[in-house]
């Protein structure tokens, strides 16, 4: 069964030293995800913890939205704007679209703190769309980018990258003791 799995490990080896800027998005991915469990469980325990949610609200906001995304949208889309056929630029505005609807969504999820009955539905549906959403990248846009960029490519992506980076391990610390809360 193990050996069912080394074409995984062959995969994020190749990543990790082929395409380290999309390393980093897909390491990300693993800490909104980690987040993403908490709001589950959350409403799932039906925890009526107004300070929780907008301690998740915010960790969604500034991680997924200004860091996340902010790399996704000022420096990835950007170069596969100049340099990848229409399909990968398709693929790239469907992501934006559930950038948008994210947003709106976490909004929902702030201005809903207090309410429980309110914010659930908000809650499971940023979290369904947004599970959704990595999946499209990690396996669909990701794969599909690497043949219209070069490594070099990729290291000054990663070092665009450390503009935004600023708040990241403040957030990631977040998300440890939100774990820690539910």
Same mark, same amino acid.
């Given at each position: ?6 074409? %995984?490990? #062959?995969?994020? +080896? ?7 800027? /999309?390393?980093?998005?897909?390491? #990300?991915?693993?800490?909104? +995800? ?10 799932? @325990?039906?925890? #009526? ?14 991680? /997924? ?6 790399? +996704? =949208? ?8 100049? @340099?990848?056929? !229409?399909?990968? %630029?398709?693929?790239?505005?469907? $992501? ?23 914010? !659930? ?8 769309? $947004? ?9 669909? $846009? ?10 070099? +490519?990729? !290291? ?9 980076? @600023? ?11 939100? =774990? #820690?809360?539910?």
């Amino acid at each position: 069964m193990e050996e069912d799995l080394d074409w %995984i490990e #062959e995969i994020e +080896e190749k990543v990790e030293e082929e395409y380290p800027a /999309t390393k980093v998005m897909m390491d #990300e991915h693993r800490v909104i +995800e980690r987040a993403l469990s908490v709001l589950k469980k959350a409403i799932e @325990k039906k925890i #009526e913890d107004e300070e929780l949610y907008l301690s998740l609200a915010e960790f969604f906001s500034k991680y /997924t939205g200004e860091i996340h995304h902010g790399k +996704e =949208e000022e420096i990835v889309f950007k170069v596969l704007r100049e @340099k990848a056929p !229409k399909h990968i %630029i398709d693929m790239v505005e469907a $992501l934006e679209n559930d950038h948008r609807v994210g947003a709106e969504l976490v909004e929902k999820i702030k201005e809903n703190a207090s309410n429980f009955e309110k914010l !659930k539905d908000f809650a499971l549906a940023y979290h369904s769309m $947004l599970r959704d959403h990595i999946v499209k990248e990690d396996q669909g $846009l990701f794969p599909a980018m690497h043949p219209y960029l070069s490594v070099e +490519e990729e !290291k000054k992506l990663l070092k665009d990258f450390e503009r935004i980076d @600023k708040e990241k391990e403040k957030y990631e610390r977040l998300v440890a003791e939100l =774990e #820690e809360k539910v």
